[in-house]
Protein backbone atom coordinates (compact mmCIF):
# COMPACT_ATOMS: atom_id res chain seq x y z
CA UNK A 1 0.00 0.00 0.00
CA UNK A 2 0.88 3.17 -1.05
CA UNK A 3 2.15 6.02 1.75
CA UNK A 4 -0.29 8.28 0.06
CA UNK A 5 -3.15 5.45 0.68
CA UNK A 6 -1.99 4.60 4.22
CA UNK A 7 -2.20 8.28 4.73
CA UNK A 8 -5.82 8.57 3.78
CA UNK A 9 -6.89 5.56 5.64
CA UNK A 10 -5.30 6.74 9.14
CA UNK A 11 -6.54 9.88 8.25
CA UNK A 12 -10.34 8.46 7.05
CA UNK A 13 -12.37 9.86 10.27
CA UNK A 14 -10.85 13.48 9.72
CA UNK A 15 -11.81 13.76 5.63
CA UNK A 16 -15.06 12.58 6.64
CA UNK A 17 -15.60 15.17 9.14
CA UNK A 18 -14.35 17.82 6.63
CA UNK A 19 -16.71 16.57 3.78
CA UNK A 20 -20.10 16.83 6.27
CA UNK A 21 -18.65 19.79 7.69
CA UNK A 22 -18.13 21.41 4.02
CA UNK A 23 -21.86 20.02 3.40
CA UNK A 24 -23.23 21.70 6.19
CA UNK A 25 -21.77 24.80 5.74
CA UNK A 26 -23.16 24.92 2.35
CA UNK A 27 -26.65 24.49 3.09
CA UNK A 28 -29.15 27.53 3.84
CA UNK A 29 -29.27 28.49 7.19
CA UNK A 30 -33.26 27.52 7.58
CA UNK A 31 -32.33 23.72 6.80
CA UNK A 32 -29.32 23.69 8.80
CA UNK A 33 -31.43 25.61 12.18
CA UNK A 34 -34.90 24.39 11.56
CA UNK A 35 -35.73 26.75 14.40
CA UNK A 36 -34.83 29.58 12.73
CA UNK A 37 -37.78 29.21 10.21
CA UNK A 38 -39.75 28.58 12.70
CA UNK A 39 -38.70 32.04 14.53
CA UNK A 40 -39.58 34.20 11.63
CA UNK A 41 -41.16 37.16 12.35
CA UNK A 42 -44.69 36.13 13.93
CA UNK A 43 -46.78 38.91 15.88
CA UNK A 44 -49.05 37.18 18.20
CA UNK A 45 -50.68 40.03 19.78
CA UNK A 46 -51.02 44.40 20.21
CA UNK A 47 -52.09 46.30 22.80
CA UNK A 48 -53.65 48.53 22.46
CA UNK A 49 -55.24 47.26 19.41
CA UNK A 50 -56.64 51.11 18.48
CA UNK A 51 -54.64 53.67 18.93
CA UNK A 52 -53.67 57.54 18.02
CA UNK A 53 -50.78 58.99 15.72
CA UNK A 54 -48.00 59.54 18.21
CA UNK A 55 -48.96 56.77 21.03
CA UNK A 56 -46.51 53.93 22.02
CA UNK A 57 -47.78 50.05 20.78
CA UNK A 58 -46.54 46.65 21.60
CA UNK A 59 -46.59 43.73 19.74
CA UNK A 60 -45.47 40.47 21.20
CA UNK A 61 -44.42 37.48 18.95
CA UNK A 62 -41.30 35.94 17.44
CA UNK A 63 -38.18 36.26 15.64
CA UNK A 64 -38.38 40.56 15.48
CA UNK A 65 -34.49 40.39 15.22
CA UNK A 66 -34.34 42.70 18.25
CA UNK A 67 -33.73 46.42 17.69
CA UNK A 68 -33.12 45.66 13.73
CA UNK A 69 -36.94 44.77 13.43
CA UNK A 70 -38.46 47.47 10.90
CA UNK A 71 -42.12 47.93 12.03
CA UNK A 72 -44.60 49.45 9.64
CA UNK A 73 -48.66 51.15 10.23
CA UNK A 74 -50.26 50.46 7.04
CA UNK A 75 -46.93 51.78 4.63
CA UNK A 76 -45.53 54.15 6.96
CA UNK A 77 -42.50 53.47 8.67
CA UNK A 78 -42.80 53.63 12.90
CA UNK A 79 -40.05 54.83 15.42
CA UNK A 80 -38.78 51.73 17.17
CA UNK A 81 -38.58 52.74 20.89
CA UNK A 82 -37.67 49.11 21.99
CA UNK A 83 -36.98 45.81 20.49
CA UNK A 84 -36.45 42.24 21.76
CA UNK A 85 -36.64 38.88 19.43
CA UNK A 86 -39.96 38.48 20.92
CA UNK A 87 -40.87 42.03 22.09
CA UNK A 88 -41.30 45.77 20.58
CA UNK A 89 -42.68 48.80 21.47
CA UNK A 90 -43.08 51.63 18.54
CA UNK A 91 -44.43 55.13 17.89
CA UNK A 92 -47.67 55.20 15.61
CA UNK A 93 -46.58 57.70 12.72
CA UNK A 94 -47.78 61.00 11.14
CA UNK A 95 -48.82 60.39 8.02
CA UNK A 96 -51.36 57.29 8.53
CA UNK A 97 -54.89 57.06 7.77
CA UNK A 98 -57.43 56.97 10.12
CA UNK A 99 -58.99 53.61 10.51
CA UNK A 100 -58.49 50.04 10.13
CA UNK A 101 -54.99 49.07 8.93
CA UNK A 102 -52.34 46.61 9.46
CA UNK A 103 -49.12 46.66 11.56
CA UNK A 104 -46.26 45.09 9.65
CA UNK A 105 -42.97 43.68 11.62
CA UNK A 106 -39.85 42.63 9.12
CA UNK A 107 -36.39 40.71 10.55
CA UNK A 108 -33.17 41.70 9.00
CA UNK A 109 -33.84 37.89 7.30
CA UNK A 110 -36.82 39.39 5.49
CA UNK A 111 -39.40 37.84 7.39
CA UNK A 112 -42.33 39.35 8.06
CA UNK A 113 -45.41 38.92 10.64
CA UNK A 114 -48.34 41.40 10.33
CA UNK A 115 -52.02 41.91 12.70
CA UNK A 116 -54.76 44.18 12.69
CA UNK A 117 -54.71 47.23 13.96
CA UNK A 118 -56.52 50.67 13.98
CA UNK A 119 -55.65 54.33 14.10
CA UNK A 120 -58.16 55.79 16.41
CA UNK A 121 -56.98 59.35 15.97
CA UNK A 122 -54.82 61.55 14.20
CA UNK A 123 -52.62 64.56 15.33
CA UNK A 124 -53.49 68.39 13.88
CA UNK A 125 -50.55 69.60 11.82
CA UNK A 126 -49.26 72.82 12.89
CA UNK A 127 -50.44 74.20 9.94
CA UNK A 128 -54.05 74.56 11.43
CA UNK A 129 -53.12 75.92 14.81
CA UNK A 130 -54.44 79.23 16.44
CA UNK A 131 -57.67 80.81 17.19
CA UNK A 132 -60.50 79.83 14.88
CA UNK A 133 -64.18 81.27 14.28
CA UNK A 134 -65.98 79.08 12.55
CA UNK A 135 -69.77 78.99 11.31
CA UNK A 136 -71.90 75.73 10.55
CA UNK A 137 -75.08 76.04 8.81
CA UNK A 138 -76.91 72.98 9.11
CA UNK A 139 -80.03 71.81 6.72
CA UNK A 140 -82.76 69.38 6.40
CA UNK A 141 -81.07 67.34 3.29
CA UNK A 142 -84.90 66.80 1.61
CA UNK A 143 -85.89 70.23 1.57
CA UNK A 144 -82.63 72.94 2.14
CA UNK A 145 -84.65 74.44 4.93
CA UNK A 146 -81.82 76.04 7.48
CA UNK A 147 -81.94 74.03 10.75
CA UNK A 148 -79.50 75.80 12.71
CA UNK A 149 -76.50 77.86 12.24
CA UNK A 150 -73.65 77.69 14.96
CA UNK A 151 -70.78 80.20 15.65
CA UNK A 152 -67.89 78.41 17.39
CA UNK A 153 -64.76 80.03 18.51
CA UNK A 154 -61.87 77.91 19.67
CA UNK A 155 -58.34 77.22 19.68
CA UNK A 156 -57.04 74.63 17.62
CA UNK A 157 -53.39 73.35 18.91
CA UNK A 158 -51.00 71.61 16.76
CA UNK A 159 -50.13 68.07 17.82
CA UNK A 160 -52.98 67.56 19.58
CA UNK A 161 -55.32 64.80 18.64
CA UNK A 162 -58.64 65.83 16.45
CA UNK A 163 -60.61 64.17 19.43
CA UNK A 164 -61.90 61.27 17.30
CA UNK A 165 -60.39 58.98 19.38
CA UNK A 166 -63.53 58.41 22.32
CA UNK A 167 -65.78 57.47 19.03
CA UNK A 168 -63.47 55.65 17.15
CA UNK A 169 -62.93 53.42 20.22
CA UNK A 170 -66.07 53.53 21.87
CA UNK A 171 -68.34 53.43 18.79
CA UNK A 172 -67.60 54.11 15.34
CA UNK A 173 -65.58 52.75 12.34
CA UNK A 174 -63.59 55.68 10.90
CA UNK A 175 -62.06 56.78 7.99
CA UNK A 176 -59.87 59.57 7.10
CA UNK A 177 -56.47 61.49 6.95
CA UNK A 178 -55.20 65.48 7.34
CA UNK A 179 -52.29 66.94 5.57
CA UNK A 180 -51.39 70.67 5.83
CA UNK A 181 -54.67 72.08 3.86
CA UNK A 182 -57.42 69.49 3.77
CA UNK A 183 -59.25 67.19 5.73
CA UNK A 184 -61.35 64.15 5.55
CA UNK A 185 -62.99 62.21 7.96
CA UNK A 186 -66.19 59.82 7.90
CA UNK A 187 -67.36 57.97 11.10
CA UNK A 188 -70.25 55.42 10.70
CA UNK A 189 -71.75 53.03 13.90
CA UNK A 190 -74.69 51.17 14.49
CA UNK A 191 -76.24 50.05 18.28
CA UNK A 192 -78.98 47.68 19.18
CA UNK A 193 -80.12 48.56 23.10
CA UNK A 194 -83.28 46.63 23.55
CA UNK A 195 -85.90 47.29 21.37
CA UNK A 196 -83.73 50.19 20.15
CA UNK A 197 -81.71 49.90 16.74
CA UNK A 198 -80.05 53.43 15.83
CA UNK A 199 -76.79 54.39 13.25
CA UNK A 200 -74.80 57.09 12.78
CA UNK A 201 -73.17 58.78 10.38
CA UNK A 202 -71.29 61.37 10.00
CA UNK A 203 -68.51 62.81 6.87
CA UNK A 204 -66.82 66.04 6.69
CA UNK A 205 -64.01 67.57 4.29
CA UNK A 206 -62.49 70.25 4.69
CA UNK A 207 -60.00 72.66 2.91
CA UNK A 208 -57.79 75.46 4.58
CA UNK A 209 -56.64 78.19 2.33
CA UNK A 210 -54.31 80.80 4.60
CA UNK A 211 -55.96 81.99 6.93
CA UNK A 212 -59.32 80.46 6.00
CA UNK A 213 -61.11 76.96 6.02
CA UNK A 214 -64.29 75.93 4.21
CA UNK A 215 -66.12 72.36 3.61
CA UNK A 216 -68.90 70.94 3.78
CA UNK A 217 -70.44 67.27 4.83
CA UNK A 218 -73.64 65.32 5.86
CA UNK A 219 -75.00 63.78 9.30
CA UNK A 220 -77.60 61.37 9.47
CA UNK A 221 -79.39 59.40 12.28
CA UNK A 222 -81.72 56.37 11.70
CA UNK A 223 -83.76 55.00 14.48
CA UNK A 224 -86.20 52.03 14.66
CA UNK A 225 -88.10 50.98 17.43
CA UNK A 226 -88.09 52.40 20.27
CA UNK A 227 -85.48 54.96 20.72
CA UNK A 228 -86.65 57.48 23.38
CA UNK A 229 -86.70 61.28 22.08
CA UNK A 230 -83.89 60.20 19.37
CA UNK A 231 -86.12 60.52 15.73
CA UNK A 232 -84.17 60.05 12.37
CA UNK A 233 -82.61 62.98 10.60
CA UNK A 234 -80.63 63.63 7.66
CA UNK A 235 -79.06 66.90 7.52
CA UNK A 236 -76.18 68.48 5.31
CA UNK A 237 -73.27 70.51 6.69
CA UNK A 238 -71.67 73.55 5.34
CA UNK A 239 -68.82 74.97 7.31
CA UNK A 240 -66.89 78.30 6.90
CA UNK A 241 -64.13 79.75 9.10
CA UNK A 242 -61.65 82.35 9.32
CA UNK A 243 -58.39 82.32 11.94
CA UNK A 244 -58.15 85.07 14.29
CA UNK A 245 -54.77 84.74 15.79
CA UNK A 246 -51.70 81.93 15.54
CA UNK A 247 -52.17 82.12 19.33
CA UNK A 248 -53.18 78.24 20.41
CA UNK A 249 -54.52 79.19 23.85
CA UNK A 250 -53.40 76.97 26.94
CA UNK A 251 -53.21 73.18 26.63
CA UNK A 252 -55.57 71.01 27.89
CA UNK A 253 -58.66 72.51 26.95
CA UNK A 254 -61.49 70.01 25.96
CA UNK A 255 -62.66 71.82 22.91
CA UNK A 256 -61.43 69.28 19.52
CA UNK A 257 -60.86 69.40 15.76
CA UNK A 258 -63.87 66.99 15.18
CA UNK A 259 -66.45 68.57 17.55
CA UNK A 260 -65.58 72.27 16.92
CA UNK A 261 -65.75 71.94 13.44
CA UNK A 262 -68.87 69.29 13.10
CA UNK A 263 -71.10 69.48 16.26
CA UNK A 264 -73.26 66.95 14.38
CA UNK A 265 -70.18 64.33 15.00
CA UNK A 266 -71.21 64.17 18.65
CA UNK A 267 -74.66 62.45 17.56
CA UNK A 268 -72.73 59.58 17.51
CA UNK A 269 -71.70 59.69 20.81
CA UNK A 270 -74.88 59.89 21.96
CA UNK A 271 -76.94 57.18 20.15
CA UNK A 272 -78.49 54.66 23.02
Known amino acids: MSELARRLRSGGSCVVVMVVATIALAVPGAIR ?11 DSIAPACASVGDRVTINGNGFGAK ?12 IVSATGNRATFVVPAGVALGATTVSATNPGGHSGSIAFTVCDLLLPGTWGGE ?19 TVTAFLRSGEPFGMGVVVAKLATCTGKVT ?57 IEISG ?7 GDPGATTTLLLSFVPHASLLSRVP
Request: include cysteine; proline fraction near 3%.
Open 33 to 43: HPSAAAQAGRI
Open 68 to 79: NVRIEVGDVSAR
Open 132 to 150: WKTTITSRKAATGSVTAIR
Open 180 to 236: DTDLDAHCATQVTTGTCTASGDVEVTLTRTGEAINGAGASTLSVIGDCGPAMSSAET
Open 242 to 248: QRLSPDQ
